[in-house]
């Protein structure tokens, strides 16, 4: 069945480092790829997503481009502050059902 | 807005109980989702539906049952609740392409 597997946490950077959180997937057919933000003690959030093959979603200074040929579409961010701090979830939408990496915290110190 | 809506915030039930936790969703979404969320295992899916009276099993569906009677409620029962369900239990509806999440059901059997 699909499957997404992304980098393990925890990630710990100080304030204004470059972030990347990896993420690949193994999928039949053409999924919609997803990141997710779970602030704490708070629901998940759709951070971007990208449906389609060299699409890139971005949003918050946040970016991830749908790479078909390496099944991968990892995070990126230029400057990370503080209030980045949170966990991290890769999803995948593909016939009818969603499945998530297993999320990697972030903590960004000052 | 999109509002999913679950019955409880938190919930506390003890061993051999039979459980049910709620899930609505008002915008008419076809899809529905219910996952179970542990540290360090992100987001593992239970059921999900992709119409009324449709159920499909996910990854760890044992221990579980879903309804989806009416297409804007979800439902998924324990019918002998264990220890080892106790977790955060997250409802989804998707239309397609995205998913809007629920605040979450904080589970404790004891």
């Known amino acids: 069945g699909d499957s997404v597997t992304q980098m393990e946490g925890p990630v710990t950077l100080s304030e204004e480092a470059f972030l990347t959180i990896n993420c690949t997937y193994t999928?039949?057919?053409?999924?919609?790829l997803f990141w997710y933000v779970q602030y704490p003690g708070e629901g998940l959030q759709l951070l971007l997503k990208?449906?389609?093959?060299?699409d890139k979603g971005s949003n918050k200074g946040f970016e991830a481009t749908y790479r078909k040929e390496t099944t991968s579409f990892h995070l990126e961010k230029g400057s990370v502050q503080v209030s980045d701090s949170a966990v991290y979830f890769c999803a995948l939408i593909g016939n009818n059902d969603m499945r998530f990496g297993a999320g990697t915290r972030l903590t960004v110190k000052p | 807005d999109v509002k999913v809506t679950q019955s409880s915030r938190y919930l506390v039930k003890r061993t051999g109980e039979k459980v049910f936790l709620e899930c609505v969703q008002d915008?008419?979404?076809?899809?529905m989702f219910w996952y179970r969320q542990d540290p360090g295992l992100g987001l593992r899916l239970i059921y999900f539906?992709?119409?009324?009276?449709?159920?499909e099993k996910g990854d760890i569906p044992e221990g579980y049952s879903v309804s989806r009677e009416k297409k804007e409620r979800f439902s998924l029962i324990l019918e002998s609740a264990s220890t080892n369900q106790t977790s955060m239990y997250l409802c989804a509806s998707s239309p397609s392409g995205k998913a809007f999440f629920g605040q979450g059901t904080r589970l404790t059997v004891v």
């Open positions: 999928a039949t057919g053409y999924p919609s």
């Open positions: 915008m008419d979404h076809e899809n």
């Open positions: 539906s992709y119409d009324v009276k449709m159920k």
């Open positions: 990208a449906t389609k093959a060299d």
